[in-house]
């Protein structure tokens, strides 16, 4: 073990005694009382000394056998500890040339968030094991699918038909010379550009890996922001996470991250809605029905914002935390560009059975376990 404080953590001492590692309240950690001999030692915990020499250097500051020890152990428990020593995990991830240095910034932002010494880096390893399909390769699939690419996810497959039309051309997603194109030929050559290390997809050992996550994301927003409970019948019958995402018009949209069985399905989107207004069936028959505009509406900003959301959202379900879209559908319109958060509970009525979980772990668990991590506060440490 090579321990290190994370430098993803700023550090400042708050007065004499007590340094703070960490800006924002949700990860900063207090540290104190601390006293000379202490500081010299965090001063030591950069990485590139194992235990045994950090051990020798205690001992030359006149710290006493054990000191050391209880001293990581208490940093480690805060979340402040890293271990730059060999780990399996790094191997997978250094395997492509470059790669590691790409997605530096990314485990400098995954340790801050995964406290453990060497979470950050086993989940980078992990991403590079997965499989997500999104559906869709407008402004937003597109974004999305190159920011999923880019942040080491292994296998990331873009469907859509058609070819590339000049509207759909975003910065971070199909570029100008890809007009006329098809779609799915652009967006798999976009997806091997975003990859750390200009990689080509993983091939699989083995049978075809399950589906991780599918993030709808189609062209025409109004397919995200009403989405067709039929199309999603497929993911909630193989249990397959999804998460919709698109801009209707000046509204951008992302959510709800349906968990099938435990969480509010498309179709129970679909009941709610109906219920509140009878007139809804409707109005959305005569909206599918393609009269609308033949290029759907979304300014570049707003569509830019939306995909990069998108993505943190399906990252953070990868990496094994429930996201605030978990249940609940993400609106932010045009000009206030205000984010408001619209829950979206299960319907009793609708087949997918997540009304009538009655365990605890169904939407309402979600709900308190992704609550109980907003609350996370300032840790402080006696030192």
């Known amino acids: 073990m090579h321990p290190m404080v994370k430098p993803a953590l700023r550090r400042a001492w708050r007065d004499l005694q007590y ?11 207090v540290v104190g009382p ?38 990581l152990d208490r940093l480690a428990e805060a979340g402040l500890l890293e271990d730059t020593a060999g780990d399996r995990a790094a191997d997978a991830v250094r395997r492509d040339a470059g790669a590691l240095d790409r997605l530096r910034a990314d485990v400098g932002s995954l340790s801050v968030v995964h406290r453990r010494p060497g979470g950050a880096i ?15 390769a407008g402004r937003v699939g597109a974004s999305v699918a190159a920011l999923l690419s880019a942040a080491g996810v292994g296998r ?14 975003a910065p971070g997603g199909v570029p100008a010379e890809a007009v006329g194109e098809r779609r799915d030929v652009a967006a798999r050559r976009l997806v091997r550009r975003s990859a750390p290390g200009g990689r080509a997809p993983r091939e699989s050992v083995g049978p075809e890996p399950g589906l991780s996550l599918v993030v709808v994301a189609p062209r025409d927003g109004l397919a995200a922001y009403a989405p067709d409970p039929v199309t999603a019948d497929a993911w909630l019958g193989t249990g ?4 919709f995402a698109g801009v ?99 319907h009793a009525e609708c087949p997918c059975g997540a009304a009538r979980r009655e365990d605890g ?23």
Request: net charge neutral; charged share 25%.
């Open 248 to 346: 209707v018009e000046a509204t951008g949209v992302v959510g709800p991250l349906v968990l099938p069985g435990d969480t509010a399905c498309a179709r129970c989107v679909d009941l709610h809605r109906t219920d509140a207004d009878p007139a809804w069936p409707r109005l959305l028959a005569q909206w599918r029905s393609g009269r609308g505009g033949a290029v759907p509406a979304g300014d570049v900003g707003l569509t830019a914002a939306v995909a990069g959301l998108t993505a943190a959202h399906a990252l953070a379900f990868l990496d094994g935390d429930p996201p605030a879209s978990t249940g609940t559908r993400w609106e932010a319109s045009s000009p206030l560009l205000e984010w408001r958060a619209l829950r979206v509970l299960p």
């Open 122 to 136: 086993r989940r980078l390893a992990a991403r590079g094991g997965m499989r997500v399909q999104v559906r869709g």
């Open 361 to 383: 772990r169904g939407a309402a668990g979600v709900e308190r376990e992704r609550a109980s991590g907003a609350r996370r506060r300032q840790d402080t440490m006696a030192g």
């Open 34 to 71: 601390v006293d000379t001999t202490t500081g010299s030692l965090l001063g030591l915990l950069d990485g590139t000394r194992g235990v045994p020499l950090l051990r020798e250097e205690a001992r030359a500051l006149g710290v006493p056998d054990g000191w050391l020890e209880a001293l």
């Open 240 to 243: 397959t996470p999804h998460l």
């Open 156 to 169: 990331v497959e873009v469907l859509d038909g058609g070819r590339v039309e000049p509207w759909d051309v």
């Open 19 to 29: 340094v703070q590692f960490g800006v924002a309240p949700a990860h900063a950690v």
